[in-house]
């Protein structure tokens, strides 16, 4: 304060010189005018008593105006010590300083300043941090690797996998998604695996769509390479199965995820109760393309549908349910050996899956976390119809095969790491329905964080004469790690 | 000519009846507290639904569909923010399908705005476990900062429905009234035991121990999200005997054989805290709450 008052009064003097200055030689140059030295005298004798009394003045009211100005600053002083404070926070062991306090101020202490000092300075790096990437999509990778002993060789084993010993870097996942615009969201899979048999490794798109976020009533549209909504499991990534493979009538019936590539039209029923309904098509659906042939006709397209719901048992334990069907009018796409003739190329004409699910949930509200039970079943009826042409010549001929396929598995999870379960499968071969196999699974699950994951699982599979494979016990380790941002949204829960 | 007077009248009933509903307007709040809060708001001009029941853990709401039609008829969604509700409520809105209340809209109510969070990660690498990235959102157990949240409240069921502000307002000054004179009586109760240091299980009491003169000492989880290891509860037991760390809190959502062993180990008096409404018996009000973990500690602290 002492030296903003200095400054004032230098500069107060400076100006005074001036205008002193300007005032006398103005004063010479009238007196140079009239000429008449006695006149000039006792005028710069005025001026100069003028000058004196004005400077008097001034510094009379600007020493008034100081004091005034001390006086503020005292009162001020005043109140700022009258002020209530809080009692000091205690400091928290490695924890920033208290947040703001709404309605009960602090002492202000320089410690204070210094701790709101460094808060500033975190907030302005978080952001300088997270700015840039403002416009990125959220990325994601999830690695999976499968060590596997098998007892048979393959193809006996029936499982895709080699004979022995084996380790399969199953998936290396890529995902990126974002807002495309406020009325879409986008999202890209990319899936590089290795071919259990072979070893070769592949790039794959799994998943390229985009989904709308806007639409009335209720409705959302997804179009491009997307899992289409079919069964329970069918549309979850690998990585997030309850247990190490995918189930065999899964595999079997739509051919792993059910990838495809088209179009589909969700729409949530508007009334209280949770509906959701589901209609798509798509020129796949299932790990292998659609024969595409010289022309593909609307008829040559897989179309599929939906229904869900859910039901509140209690507070803790909850039913979901679903019907879906699937139909290619046209498949093309099937070629093979009809058993048991054993003397005919089968060529796809028409495909078809119904499907049902169930799921039976205990998840206690309190420690969800730490414990739970699911019971999921599904069942699905596959009808396929094929062209049969005698391999030894002769008039092709209709032939149709029912078949049908299920698992059920139960899921205990005892504590935030660890869960344990069983899975039984049934299948019949859906080329050949004399073809059946069961497989039992006990597998357990420790989960050393959310990004971190271990599972052993055992599996004995016992398929029939007809399958063409033989009884198998497999062992897999499974580790599942991820980085980044990873979320499959609502349909992955 | 009876019927149809019959039929008009049934009619008319019926329409008023849905219109008094409708004029209500509907929340869903993702906690217990934040419901609280917007009940004592809104009054008679809100049906307030909330996800959680209060014995969930903050970040374990279960994502059941049945929240779906909830929310997909929302007029608001209150919540506490700072990535508290990360395990669900993204989810839920995107099922939804409700533009009025996504991210961004007059219908989103994420009552942390305006408070500065503590604990601001540097980073956001895992290997510090699943923070959160925006800092600790745990700051609904300040009750200060809490009179922030409501005024949060205020202002967007008055952005929503104009015509009630008068009434939102009146409100908002009475539960402020109630809030204040709370504090100053809780201030009061723990004013003898400051400095005093406690760990709990999870970093739900960073704003609570700042406010109210208390120093938290650390949790018994190794980091958040994760389990401590044998390692971990060694250190944290030989550190809380050398610093005389006389109190364990256990949130009912998490298991009592650790936090039970440690204060065993240390001569630790341990206590179960709710950390929302509705988490131990006779919480169902944000104050009946606070009243219930400011005396549950000073009584422990007591003895």
Known sequence: MCAGVEKIKMKLINLLGVSSALCLCATVAQAQETNKPADVDQRLKQMQE??????????????????????????????????????????????????????????????????????????????????????????????????????????????????????????????????????????????????????????????????????????????GQFFGEFGRLSYIHDHELPFVNRPLVLDQYIGGESKTAGAQANWLVPIEHYVNLTAGFGTQFGDNPDAVGSYRSFGAVNYFGRASTYFDLSDNWQLESGASWLINPDSGNVNGELAPNGLTTLTGTKRQIFGGDLKLSYVPLRD????????????????????ATPTGGGSAFGESVGAWGMYSYLTYKWSRSWSGGFLFEYVQNNQDNAGRTYSY??????????WNQLRLQYTHTQPNSATGNEPNDALYLQWTWIIGAHSHGWQGR | MKLKLCCLTLLALTLGAVQTQAAKLRVVATLTDVADLTRNVGGEFVEVRSLATGIEDTHGVPLKPSFVPLMNRADLVVLVGFDCEHAFLSALLEASRNPRIQPGKAGYVDCSKGISPLDVPKSTDHSEGDVHPYGNPHYT??????????????????????????????????????????????????????????????????????????????????????????????????????????????????????????????GAKLVKLPIMPGGVPNTDTYLAEMDYIVNTIANALKK
């Not at chain 1, 976390?369 to 119809?385: A, H, I």
């Open chain 2, 141 to 266: 157990l300040d009750p200060v900062l809490m009179e922030s949240a409501v005024k949060t409240i205020c202002a967007a069921l008055i952005a929503v429905a104009p015509e009630h502000e008068a009434d939102f307002v009146k409100n908002r000054d009475a539960y402020l009234a109630k809030l204040d004179a709370k504090i100053t009586e809780w201030q009061a109760t723990l004013a003898p035991f400051k400095g005093t240091k406690f760990v709990s299980y999870h970093e739900h009491w960073p704003y609570f121990a700042a406010r109210f003169g208390l120093e938290y000492y650390g949790t018994i989880e190794l980091k958040p999200g994760i389990d401590p290891t044998p390692h971990h509860i060694e250190d944290l037991i030989a550190s809380m005997k050398s610093e005389h760390v006389p109190l364990v809190v256990r949130e009912p959502q998490f298991p009592e054989k650790v936090p039970a062993l440690i204060a065993e180990k240390t």
């Open chain 1, 50 to 223: 003028m000058f004196e009394q004005h400077e008097r003045d001034l510094e009379a009211r600007f020493e008034k105006k100081i004091a005034a100005q001390d006086e503020v600053i005292r009162s001020l002083q005043q109140r700022l010590a009258a002020m209530p404070t809080n009692p000091p926070a205690a400091p928290v062991a490695g924890a920033a300083p208290p947040a703001n306090v709404t309605g009960a101020p602090d002492a202000v202490t320089p410690e204070k300043f210094k701790a709101l000092d460094e808060k500033v300075d975190e907030v302005v790096a978080a952001q300088k941090k997270s700015l840039p990437s403002e416009f990125n999509p959220a990325i994601g990778l999830v690695g999976e690797t499968i060590f596997s002993q098998q007892s048979k060789g393959s193809p006996q084993n029936g499982t895709g996998y080699p004979g022995g010993f084996d380790v399969y870097q199953r998936s290396v996942e890529l995902m990126a998604s974002a807002s495309i615009d406020p009325f879409a969201k986008g999202w890209v899979v990319i899936n590089g695996s290795a071919d259990a048999a072979t070893g070769e490794t592949s790039l794959d798109v799994e998943e390229a769509a985009l989904q709308t976020t806007s639409l009335p009533a209720n409705l959302t549209l997804t179009a």
């Open chain 1, 441 to 450: 699974s006990p597998y357990i699950t420790w989960a050393i964080s959310h």
């Open chain 1, 368 to 387: 969800n976390q730490f414990n739970s039970l699911t019971w999921g079943n599904e069942v699905l009826y596959s009808d396929n119809q094929y062209r």
